[in-house]
């Protein structure tokens, strides 16, 4: 098991509502990293978070949006929820290491969330 | 840009023998790959890693293989047991910072 976890479980949502997640780093770790997986699909990349900014973000709408606090923690919202984001919504930590390079990602069991 | 791709849905395997999973890269410039498990209902564990300047590099039961002149790569696990039954993913850093591409990954079934 690794040191990474979220909150909640589990979570049910309406069309048009909001949400936020939350995931807490593994100790040690300085970044962390939100994927989306759909079912039966390999995850696929949201944003990063590296000293409290946002570093690199994959396809997604501005409606995704994140934070990252000083103990490393983050959140993602998701504003305006639509049916299709319906999925299991991931976090992972690692550290940076010298020359941006990022070191290996330790998941969290994630947060499933279903949009009705 | 990169993409991840493995070349079988599924694996059936007996108990004991050995599994073989496979991955196929796009981005000749990739330098680094990683292995992920993932049982149902979790989020993925990682498993091992290999760096491009390295051909093999073996773990616990779990051997990778890199072969950049045909950009593949592939995970074998030794005597493969019932808690091995999972999908496995293979990953390779993407074009933005912090980006892993994953595939689709392969479903690995063992029978007892």
């Known amino acids: 098991e690794t040191g990474v976890t979220q909150s909640p479980t589990h979570l049910i949502k309406t069309r048009g509502q909001q949400v936020t997640l939350r995931c807490s780093s593994q100790s040690g770790h300085n970044t962390v990293s939100w994927y989306q997986q759909a079912l039966g699909q390999g995850p696929q990349f949201i944003f990063q978070y590296y000293r409290e900014e946002e570093n690199g973000r994959g396809n997604f709408p501005p409606r995704f949006s994140g934070l990252q606090f000083p103990n490393y923690s983050s959140e993602l919202n998701v504003n305006a929820l639509e049916l299709d984001d319906s999925a299991l919504y991931l976090c992972?930590?690692?550290?940076?290491?010298?020359?941006?390079?990022?070191?290996?990602?330790?998941f969290g069991p994630g947060t499933r969330l279903t949009v009705l | 840009g990169e993409s991840v791709g493995l070349h079988l849905p599924t694996l059936s395997v007996q108990e004991g023998d050995n599994s073989i999973i496979n991955c196929a890269y796009s981005?000749?410039?990739?330098?680094?790959f990683i292995w992920y498990k993932q049982e149902s209902g979790k989020g993925p564990q990682f498993i091992i890693d290999i760096r491009s300047n390295m051909d093999k590099r073996q773990g616990q039961r779990v051997t990778v293989l890199l072969n950049k002149t045909v950009k593949h790569l592939s995970l074998q696990i030794a005597a493969t047991q019932p808690g091995d039954s999972a999908v496995y993913f293979c990953a390779a850093p993407g074009g933005s910072q912090g980006n892993l591409i994953f595939g689709k990954g392969t479903k690995l079934s063992v029978k007892p």
């Open positions: 992972a930590s690692s550290r940076q290491l010298a020359g941006g390079l990022a070191d290996t990602q330790y």
């Open positions: 981005n000749s410039a990739s330098d680094y």
